[in-house]
C-alpha cells in the first residue's frame, strides 16, 4: 500500500519568510496530492492539490510543486503570517472520486510575529 | 461546495457502552464514504471506507465487529463503536467523494466526532 512520509515534524518561521514542507510518497500509481491544513480540533481543510499530470500549481500566496520521478512534492507559502500557524498534512491516493487518501504524519507549522 | 455534517460533535459514555456517530452529506449524494480516526497531535488514519448498498472496508488492523459501519442511505453512513473502553477515546472524521466524479478526487470532511470513553 501506499507509505507518505513527511519531514520535518515540527518548522517554526519568521513572518513574512516563506515555508517549504516537503512530502515523499511510495506507489507511483497515486496520482492526487492534496494537502490539508488543520487547526486544533477543526476538521482539515484543502488549501491545494495536484495531479501527476502537472509540475506546479499555484494560488496567491501557496504554490504545490510535483516530481513524480522521485516521489516527492512540497508546499510553498510565502509571505508568511501568524494565522498561518496551524498542522499541514500531505497526502495521496489514486485516481478516482472513491480512492482513499493516504495521509503523512503532519507538520506543526509555527508563524513568529 | 459539498457539505458534509457529523452528529454529535462530542459524546462522553462510560466503558462498555456503544456509541453511534452519523455522517450526512448534505447537499449532494455520497455511494462511498471514509471514516477515520485521529489520536491527540497524530494524523489520521483511514479505519474503513463505507459503501452504500453493501459491506464496509476496512483497514487493516480495524476490528470490523466492533466498529460497525452501516451506510443506510446515499447521504448517510453511521459508525458505531461497540463496548467503548478508554482507548477508543479519539477524534472521529468522516469524508465523502466530491460529487462531480470523474476523475475528481477531492474529499470533503465532516467537522468530527470527539469521543471521551470514561
Known amino acids: 500500500g501506499e507509505n507518505v512520509e513527511q519531514h520535518p515534524s515540527t518548522l517554526s518561521v519568521q513572518e513574512g519568510d516563506s515555508a517549504v514542507i516537503k512530502c515523499t510518497y511510495s506507489d507511483s500509481a497515486s496520482n492526487y496530492f492534496p494537502w490539508y491544513k488543520q487547526e486544533l480540533g477543526k476538521r482539515p481543510q484543502l488549501i491545494i492539490d495536484?495531479?501527476?499530470?502537472?509540475g506546479e500549481k499555484k494560488d496567491q500566496r501557496i504554490a504545490v510543486t510535483l516530481n513524480k520521478t522521485a516521489k516527492h512534492f512540497s508546499l510553498h507559502i510565502t509571505e508568511t503570517q501568524p494565522e498561518d500557524s496551524a498542522v499541514y498534512f500531505c497526502?495521496?491516493?489514486?485516481?478516482?472520486?472513491?480512492?482513499?487518501?493516504?495521509f503523512g504524519k503532519g507538520i506543526t507549522l509555527s508563524v513568529r510575529p | 461546495g459539498a457539505v458534509v455534517s457529523q452528529h454529535p460533535s462530542r459524546v462522553i459514555c462510560k466503558s462498555g457502552t456503544s456509541v453511534k456517530i452519523e455522517c450526512r452529506s448534505l447537499d449532494f449524494q455520497a455511494t462511498t464514504m471514509f471514516w477515520y480516526r485521529q489520536f491527540p497531535k497524530k494524523s489520521l488514519m483511514l479505519m474503513a471506507t463505507s459503501n452504500e448498498g453493501s459491506k464496509a472496508t476496512y483497514e487493516q488492523g480495524v476490528e470490523k465487529d466492533k466498529f460497525l459501519i452501516n451506510h443506510a442511505s446515499l447521504t448517510l453512513s453511521t459508525l458505531t463503536v461497540t463496548s467503548a473502553h478508554p482507548e477508543d477515546s479519539s477524534f472521529y472524521i468522516c469524508?465523502?467523494?466530491?460529487?462531480?466524479?470523474?476523475?475528481?478526487?477531492?474529499?470533503?470532511f465532516g467537522p468530527g466526532t470527539r469521543l471521551t470513553v470514561l
Open positions: 495536484i495531479r501527476s499530470n502537472v
Open positions: 469524508s465523502a467523494p466530491t460529487p462531480h466524479g470523474g476523475l475528481d478526487n477531492e474529499q470533503f
Open positions: 497526502a495521496a491516493s489514486h485516481t478516482g472520486a472513491n480512492s482513499k487518501l493516504t
